[in-house]
């Protein structure tokens, strides 16, 4: 498949990449640093320099690449997690603003696929209306846990549930590139039963967890 990831130096960006790339996936890879542009190139993947927040841009470089697949993997997060709160405002606008016009490039390019990361641990109207955005246009969302190991927040001790190690989740996120379309909810097995809990309290909402099997949808 041809898959457009955007979001792709993030924490689960850079280890979606040589998974995509292994399953012999042709990739491109936006960011919006241009110092990160050599770095793509020497990947193995087509680098793509585009601001999210420019509709117009960002139809035009997903056309030009022609993806059969949108991944959506954006956020805007600090290095330390003391800062988190500071940024909390950008990232909602990923998830609104950027949620939107990633899925207007793919209804512009006709791309058949698009999956958008979520988070398994709250929700609210900004995080609703993203996920709602994804599925009314078929697309899949994955709801992950908190991450822990190298490069997150978490390197030494895991957090609480739900929880997953980024290593798990980037390899879970590749068996999702072709749908099916829906909420899954990413985690470690330790986290079903608070998932579980929070189904019960949200019966509105579609929960479906998966964990590290191959094509297990619960």
Same mark, same amino acid.
């Given at each position: +498949?041809?898959?457009?990831?955007?979001?792709?130096?993030?924490?689960?960006?850079?280890?979606?990449?040589?998974? +995509?790339?292994?399953?012999?996936?042709?990739?491109?890879?936006?960011?919006?640093t241009p110092e990160k542009i050599n770095g793509l190139?020497?990947? *193995?993947?087509?680098?793509?320099?585009?601001? @999210?927040?420019?509709?117009? %841009?960002?139809?035009?470089?997903?056309? !030009?690449?022609?993806?059969?697949?949108? &991944?959506?993997? &954006?956020?805007?997060?600090?290095? !330390?997690?003391?800062?988190?709160?500071?940024?909390?405002?950008?990232?909602?606008?990923?998830?609104? !603003?950027?949620?939107?016009?990633?899925?207007?490039?793919?209804?512009?390019?006709?791309?058949?696929?698009?999956?958008?990361? %979520?988070?398994?641990? *709250?929700?609210? #109207?900004?995080?609703?209306?993203?996920?709602?955005?994804?599925? %009314?246009?078929?697309?899949?969302?994955?709801?992950?846990?908190?991450?822990?190991?190298?490069?997150?927040?978490? !390197?030494?001790?895991?957090? #609480?549930?739900?929880?997953?190690?980024i290593d798990a989740a980037a390899r879970r996120t590749?068996?999702?590139?072709? *749908?099916? %379309?829906?909420?899954?909810?990413?985690?470690?097995?330790?986290?079903?039963?608070?998932? &579980?809990?929070?189904?019960? @309290?949200? #019966?509105?909402?579609?929960?479906?967890?998966?964990?590290?099997?191959?094509?297990?949808?619960?």
């Open positions: +498949m041809r898959i457009f990831l955007a979001g792709a130096t993030g924490v689960i960006g850079v280890r979606l990449v040589p998974l +995509m790339l292994a399953e012999g996936h042709v990739v491109a890879a936006m960011t919006r190139r020497a990947a *193995g993947v087509t680098p793509v320099l585009c601001d @999210l927040f420019d509709q117009k %841009s960002l139809i035009v470089a997903v056309g !030009e690449f022609r993806p059969d697949v949108i &991944v959506h993997q &954006v956020t805007d997060l600090p290095d !330390e997690i003391g800062k988190l709160a500071a940024f909390l405002a950008s990232t909602d606008r990923t998830r609104s !603003e950027g949620t939107r016009n990633l899925l207007a490039a793919a209804r512009a390019t006709k791309a058949s696929g698009f999956v958008a990361q %979520s988070i398994a641990w *709250g929700d609210g #109207p900004i995080v609703e209306a993203h996920e709602n955005a994804v599925t %009314s246009a078929g697309g899949t969302v994955l709801r992950y846990g908190q991450f822990y190991g190298p490069g997150t927040y978490y !390197e030494k001790d895991p957090p #609480p549930a739900p929880r997953i190690h590749v068996q999702f590139l072709a *749908g099916p %379309s829906g909420v899954f909810a990413i985690t470690d097995d330790a986290s079903v039963s608070w998932l &579980v809990r929070s189904a019960l @309290l949200r #019966p509105d909402v579609p929960w479906s967890v998966h964990r590290d099997v191959p094509s297990a949808r619960e």
